[in-house]
């Protein structure tokens, strides 16, 4: 199984944009569907976006739709998480995570994960 590292996060103004990446190292990367998910204070885990193995199929949250962006690099064993026009609703701890098949947007369904990476949006 794929290891996985977050970094990117900050506190960012309202409005502005920060940029995700995940990294993966120890397993075969290119093999796996990319989740990222996110996790306010006292609520749950929700899916945000997810990329197929080959990039080919991609889905987003309806909450993030036309403001997030994930991409990855498959040579480079990394996923991006591209988020513009943030809003303080979208302050939270966010993880990614890989799984063999296709994006499900269930945290059941992936099998690694990373430790995550803080996003603080201020109004």
């Known amino acids: 199984q794929v290891q996985l590292q977050e970094s990117g996060g900050g506190l960012v103004q309202a409005g502005g944009s920060l940029r995700l990446s995940c990294a993966g190292s120890g397993g075969s990367f290119r093999d796996y569907t990319m989740g990222w998910f996110r996790q306010a204070p006292g609520k749950e885990r929700e899916f945000v976006a997810g990329i197929s ?16 962006t994930i991409s990855r690099t498959n040579a480079a064993h990394t ?15 966010y993880y990614c995570a890989s799984r063999s098949g296709p994006i499900q947007t269930v945290t059941i369904a992936y099998i690694s994960w990373g430790q995550g990476t803080q996003v603080t949006v201020s109004a």
Do not use: C, H
């Open 53 to 68: 193995w080959e990039g080919g199929s991609i889905s987003y949250a309806d909450s993030v739709k036309g403001r997030f």
């Open 79 to 93: 996923v991006y998480l591209q988020m513009d026009s943030l809003k303080p609703e979208d302050t939270a701890v």
